[in-house]
């Protein structure tokens, strides 16, 4: 059956702080590097075969890759469209704040200058399509966010709007997902 493997990537600062990073362009901590180092290490553990990794352009992505390809040897290439969504007036705010919490509910929301989630939704919808339709001959990991991981795993589950709101894994989580 083909598959996609999905993770988040390694902790930064703003993680260890409680604050959405969204779209800034956050590092990782040195916990973060050890994670994503981690990763590559299970990867190679439970034999995961996975033929490239495509990765968000933010740095904190892009960083869990480059450890992840260096542990495993797997090819690696930036994906635009994984990177994470823009939540306007609300990044570097608490993560746990109720307006934001209330507002990750309206999916057609910009958040003040930020990306809708249909919009964002568009986006990693089209690009799991693309992998879908030539997915017999490739497996990808995808490094990315949580913001994204929501939206991956929605498109693969049905989900009520306040457990979509909700969803989230943790740092270097791995996550496999079956097409149909």
Known sequence: MAHIYFTRHGQTIWNVENKICGATDIALTELGHKQAKELGEEILRQNLKIDEILYSPLIRAAETARHISEVTQIPMRMEE???EQNFGKYESTPRDGKEFAEMKTHFI????GGET???LAQRIYNLLDDIKAQADSKTY??????GISRVIHSYFYDMENEEYARFGIKNCE???YDFK
Do not use: C, G, Q, T
């Open 81 to 83: 469209r994984l990177k």
């Open 109 to 112: 929301n910009h958040f003040e």
């Open 117 to 119: 989630m249909l919009h």
């Open 141 to 146: 990991l995808l490094v990315a966010h949580n």
């Open 174 to 176: 791995i996550r496999r």
